[in-house]
């Protein structure tokens, strides 16, 4: 797989709006290693370019996608300044291709974390406070036929986080507990509660800090890691306003138009 032939393929079709064929589709073989190559390429490239890294964000973290896209284990992705928003927003949706939004609990860390070895302790030692968050996915994958190297080397099919502006410190708070709710313009969309992230949303961070300690890259002080979709994702339209309330926690609100 030549990485930066398909890296830059994702990055035209990104500035572009205009959607490739599934690397997986192709003759030549992809493998997760690469995928994870051609995402961190991308990242550099921006980085470069004046981007700066605030964040991570996991995927995959339900039993239900990680069948459907037939793996065992979540994926990552890097979040970029230019991807947030701020809580009540109204977002373009012409900066996306396809976008869906999801609902999760986002993690703000005081202290460094690197694998190996980490816990779900030293993930709620390492947390500063929790944050209700929105993700916004996009797949510059057409028709998002996506499998996982494909969605892995899209930078975890990110493109976007709503910040909320309520906080909650974890001493007197249990994440697998906490129940949410969303709406979409007033009506009633979704619940779901904080277990559905692998049981409890700080052991996906853990596993975020381990896997990223193989590629010797750290989660930082100050960083914003999403800690993955505590419902299924759902496709945004224009003029959508979606609010997610998390018990304890508090609410986020975005709203879409073109």
């Given at each position: 797989m030549d990485i930066q032939k398909a890296a830059t393929a994702l990055m035209e079709a990104e500035d572009e709006k205009k959607p490739i064929s599934p690397f997986t589709s192709s003759t030549e073989t992809i493998s997760v290693e690469d995928a994870y190559n051609i995402q961190l390429y991308q990242v550099r490239q921006k980085v470069e370019k004046g981007a700066v890294i605030v964040g991570k964000k996991i995927g995959l973290t339900s039993k239900a996608m990680q069948e459907m896209l037939?793996?065992?284990?979540?994926?990552?992705?890097?979040?970029?300044?230019?991807?947030?928003?701020g809580d009540g927003?109204?977002?373009?949706?012409?900066?996306?291709?396809?976008?869906?939004?999801?609902?999760?609990?986002?993690?703000?860390?005081?202290?460094?974390?690197?694998?190996?070895g980490v816990t779900m302790n030293d993930v709620i030692e390492a947390t500063d406070y929790v944050v209700p968050a929105l993700e916004i996915i996009d797949s510059?994958?057409?028709d998002w036929q996506i499998k996982f190297e494909d969605t892995v080397a899209d930078n975890?099919?990110?493109?976007g986080a709503?910040?909320?502006?309520?906080?909650?410190?974890?001493?007197?708070?249990?994440?697998?507990?906490?129940?949410?709710?969303v709406t979409r313009n007033g009506e009633f969309l979704d619940t779901a509660a904080g277990s559905a992230v692998m049981g409890h949303?700080?052991?996906?961070?853990?596993?975020?800090?381990?896997?990223?300690?193989s590629?010797?890259?750290?989660?930082?002080?100050?960083?914003?890691?999403?800690?993955?979709?505590l419902s299924k994702a759902i496709p945004i339209e224009d003029g959508?306003?979606?609010?997610?309330?998390?018990?304890?926690?508090?609410?986020?609100?975005?709203?879409?138009?073109?």
């Open positions: 037939n793996v065992t284990e979540p994926d990552y992705g890097h979040l970029l300044n230019n991807m947030m928003y927003e109204t977002i373009s949706l012409d900066k996306f291709i396809q976008p869906r939004i999801e609902f999760e609990i986002a993690f703000v860390l005081k202290k460094d974390l690197k694998g190996p510059r994958i057409k975890g099919s990110s493109a709503v910040i909320g502006n309520a906080t909650a410190k974890l001493d007197k708070l249990d994440l697998a507990a906490v129940n949410m709710t949303p700080a052991r996906a961070v853990a596993w975020l800090a381990n896997a990223l300690g590629y010797g890259i750290s989660l930082y002080a100050g960083e914003v890691i999403l800690s993955g979709a959508d306003t979606f609010t997610a309330e998390f018990d304890h926690i508090g609410a986020v609100t975005a709203t879409f138009k073109k």
